[in-house]
């Protein structure tokens, strides 16, 4: 029963913050309409890099041309989910730099969860459809082979990625609160993120171990196709939750150690 | 000129002060380099000439993506809009300044502090990596593609500050869309990712009226001795054409900007 008036309470502060953020891109048409051409075209472009490239030598580490652009929609989809619900981080160094950050800390509501979900991308909302129904219209038409078992590891694989990504937004958020500088740490986790634009197998050693066992750029953006095509086996599976929920755990220690060294500065 | 040698010098500071940001930005450059030049170096891994270009010569391009980002593409422009919309403007507006040479001493501290550390990243990825290169032994051909890189710099830091001008017309955050957009045009379009050569004839003979493609693409395609002479006459001629119109379209949009400016938020 508590925990049931827990969820609605979060939902609420969430439907809240989102209709907030909503209304803010709505009032600033223009730039929303920059943004989304902006978005679209990035993932235009790279796909015409994968497709002139990838067509002109017929396979890329293996991978046919079809699954090589299977990858790259999945990375989009997960960048895309992690993006719409946790783009609060980008505004989070001025709540730590103007003392803001008080204001939430007394209130009765997780702090990482007010910060870091406080402003839901409209964008990434509208962008995220129309990958999903070209995904489906892409597997749909046999372009990959992936069994049923294949799709639900892919769901459970996503859902997994997003812990993970959770789990690095939160040490940015600590990195943030203890060095007052997040802006360049978020973009180091998106830069590294997009080396998963491409299957993870491209990297030569000791890159591709790097990516997989330090930071798990693999588990997050690559795992997940590999699982819906049946190329991953039960083994990295299991090692794909174990390891999210290892840096999902030290991600919480780091924001609570962070929080400890909060100076409260400009307040 | 002291004082914008002051600006220069100030520039140099600020990073100084943000050192982890510096760092973490030096990092960054280095993870878009490793991803590109990854992916070229599987497909090359069964393949001899791809698209014209022989292993030694795409690695070059890769890493010459890598100088001029550096060199070109890395400008504090970006902040134009910004100080606009803010009213900041008011502040140099005051003062025995001029706008456009303070934001180019910017750009031109920026450049050094990004090349010197370029220089060191580079040696140790290429001792690390040892990739094939081509190095320019034609110094005619060197001359050139220093002088298309001046060019170059100077083309990109007019396009930069002229779309940073536009906040005076849309003082809200409207300028941070345009400046998303731009990037990702540019990133694209100047050749950032791939040699625009590969691209369909007449998509790429479009390319080239356009300014971007002067940007990366062709001082790199200068270096790899890909151009006749007169190809590089050409391209020298059409950047010095955009780098009349951009400066010619920068005092336009200035004075007009300056009728509509409000200084809101001062």
């Known amino acids: 029963m508590r925990l049931k008036r827990t969820i609605k309470k979060y939902l609420?502060?969430?439907?809240?913050?989102?209709?907030?953020?909503?209304?803010?891109?709505?009032?600033?048409?223009?730039?929303?309409?920059?943004?989304?051409?902006?978005?679209?075209?990035?993932?235009?472009?790279?796909?015409?890099?994968?497709?002139?490239?990838?067509?002109?030598?017929?396979?890329?580490?293996?991978?046919?041309?079809?699954?090589?652009?299977?990858?790259?929609?999945?990375?989009?989809?997960?960048?895309?989910?992690?993006?719409?619900?946790?783009?609060?981080?980008?505004?989070?160094?001025?709540?730590?730099?103007?003392?803001?950050?008080?204001?939430?800390?007394?209130?009765?509501?997780?702090?990482?969860?007010?910060?870091?979900?406080?402003?839901?991308?409209?964008?990434?909302?509208?962008?995220?459809?129309?990958?999903?129904?070209?995904?489906?219209?892409?597997?749909?038409?046999?372009?990959?082979?992936?069994?049923?078992?294949?799709?639900?590891?892919?769901?459970?694989?996503?859902?997994?990625?997003?812990?993970?990504?959770?789990?690095?937004?939160?040490?940015?958020?600590?990195?943030?609160?203890?060095?007052?500088?997040?802006?360049?740490?978020?973009?180091?986790?998106?830069?590294?993120?997009?080396?998963?634009?491409?299957?993870?197998n491209v990297y030569m050693e000791p890159i591709r171990s790097l990516l997989t066992f330090v930071i798990p750029i693999a588990v997050l953006m690559t795992f997940p196709a590999k699982a819906l095509m049946g190329l991953l086996s039960w083994q990295w599976v299991v090692f794909s939750f174990v390891i999210s929920g290892v840096f999902l755990f030290g991600s919480l220690r780091f924001w609570k150690y962070a929080l400890t060294q909060y100076s409260s500065a400009s307040s | 000129m002291s004082k914008y040698f002051q600006v220069v010098r100030n520039t140099f500071q600020e990073y100084l002060v943000y050192r982890l940001n510096f760092i973490m930005w030096r990092v960054r450059t280095i993870i878009q380099f490793l991803l590109v030049y990854f992916l070229w170096l599987v497909i090359f891994q069964n393949n001899q000439v791809v698209f014209g270009y022989e292993k030694a010569q795409i690695l070059t391009y890769i890493l010459g993506v890598w100088v001029l980002r550096a060199l070109v593409l890395a400008t504090r422009t970006d902040g134009v809009g910004g100080e606009i919309a803010r009213g900041d403007l008011s502040l140099y507006l005051l003062r025995p300044i001029s706008y456009i040479k303070y934001w180019f001493s910017r750009d031109i501290s920026d450049k050094i502090f990004n090349i010197g550390f370029f220089i060191v990243e580079a040696a140790i990825l290429i001792f690390l990596l040892r990739p094939p290169l081509v190095f320019q032994a034609n110094l005619l051909l060197i001359l050139f593609t220093l002088v298309s890189i001046v060019l170059a710099a100077l083309l990109l830091f007019g396009l930069s500050f002229l779309l940073g001008l536009h906040a005076f017309w849309a003082p809200e955050s409207e300028w941070g869309g345009s400046r998303f957009l731009f990037n990702i045009v540019l990133e694209f379009l100047s050749g950032g990712l791939f040699p625009l050569d590969i691209l369909p004839a007449f998509l790429f003979k479009f390319l080239q009226i356009l300014p971007f493609s002067y940007l990366i693409f062709f001082p790199l395609n200068v270096y790899l001795g890909k151009l006749t002479t007169v190809q590089i006459f050409q391209g020298l001629v059409v950047m010095g054409f955009w780098l009349i119109v951009i400066n010619w379209a920068i005092r336009l949009v200035w004075q007009r900007g300056l009728k509509v400016y409000s200084a809101v938020g001062r």
């Open chain 1, 12 to 200: 609420k502060v969430w439907y809240l913050m989102t209709a907030a953020s909503f209304s803010s891109f709505i009032i600033n048409r223009s730039m929303s309409v920059l943004l989304l051409s902006g978005k679209f075209l990035r993932f235009i472009f790279f796909l015409l890099f994968l497709y002139l490239l990838v067509g002109q030598t017929k396979a890329l580490a293996g991978f046919s041309l079809n699954q090589v652009v299977f990858f790259f929609l999945t990375f989009n989809l997960i960048d895309i989910l992690v993006q719409l619900f946790l783009r609060g981080i980008y505004k989070f160094r001025s709540l730590v730099v103007s003392g803001d950050l008080d204001l939430i800390l007394v209130r009765p509501i997780n702090v990482l969860f007010r910060s870091l979900a406080c402003w839901t991308d409209l964008l990434d909302l509208i962008t995220i459809i129309p990958l999903i129904i070209f995904m489906v219209i892409f597997v749909a038409q046999g372009k990959i082979v992936f069994s049923p078992i294949g799709i639900l590891l892919y769901l459970l694989l996503i859902v997994n990625s997003f812990v993970l990504a959770l789990a690095f937004h939160i040490f940015v958020a600590g990195i943030g609160v203890i060095t007052f500088e997040v802006d360049n740490a978020i973009w180091l986790y998106r830069d590294i993120s997009s080396m998963g634009r491409i299957p993870i």
